[in-house]
């Protein structure tokens, strides 16, 4: 009798542990991990915005959301590292999205492998260094600014602003994109059309073996004899990013003419070249860095020379492929490539109307292509 009583006491103490501690007993359901999304950019070295653009995604939703890795410096020689950062995102099963800008050789087979192993990942990217015909192929969406039109644009905008002259600089590797080559052509064409004397320049490659110390040496030693040859209404063109800097600041000492930069923004080059420091609290506020760099060109004569677009356009491509991927992953947009909701993130983040027109053009073997994912972004100027 006593050993039922211990028994039904026993019981009872179990079931009372057990109501006592009945929401521990449930299983919880394991925190929902966030979504991922990867951003590769160049380094410092090669164009500080993209960067600075990918440090400001990870501001805005944190490192356990946006995921940062840089492509090499040599990325020409290094196309296998690049390709494996791309994997390393992909090996990640929280990312969702990937966003490279700039697209530089190797992202066409980087996306591939990625395509291979998750179907899934959203692939954005940004200023293409390879193809149209291959990037497009590979690539869910390929943003860049409107290569061809700007053929056209940086001529006629030279010329409102006084050149007779226009000078190209650059060298076979940049001559070997398709874009800059057709740019370049259509820039000759559309100068000997308008009157100006079209010079082409070979400039050192910054990926050569002088670097891009020795590029920009280059630049900053041969603007000068380009004005003793052809005079101060002459307008300089570089299609790279790390001449910029030194290009701007030669134009600005010879008084010669700048319409626009490779890749037009108004961070691009005119800080370092003019030595402004923008302060924290002013990062990305266009108002106050086109005041400065207006300021600075009118202290040293330049006023009126200097040009490029009211838009950040590398730096656009990164924000604005960061919050495309952000509402894709949400579901707030429902396919990998919807124009609509594109060109409205492009705007919203300029700040300025921007037109953007899909890519058609010629395949390697001649026939026609056009890419609906492909889109190419245009700007109005503004002078300083």
Known sequence: MLKKWVALLVAAILMLGLVGCGKSSTPTEAPKKKAKIGIITGTVAQNEEEIRAAEKMVQKYGK???LMKTYPDNFMKEQETTISNLLAFAADPDVKAIVMVQAVPGAAAGFEKVREKRPDILLIGGVPAEDPDMIGRKADIVLQADELAMGRTIPA?????????????????????PMLAARRDIMKQESEKLGLKFIDATAPDPLGDAGVPGAQQFILEDVPRKVKEFGKKVNFFSTNCAMQEPLIKATLETGAIYAQQCCPSPFHGYPGALGIKIPKEKAGDMAYINDQIKAAIKEKGGSGKFATWPVKINMLFVEAGAEYAKDWIDGKIKTKNDKDALVKKLNDIAGTPITATTYSGKDKAGKDVKFDNFYMVLSEYIIY
């Open 64 to 66: 356990d959301v946006i």
């Open 157 to 177: 905008q030279a010329k409102k602003m006084g050149a007779d002259t226009i000078v190209h600089y650059s060298f076979p590797r940049h001559m070997s994109y």
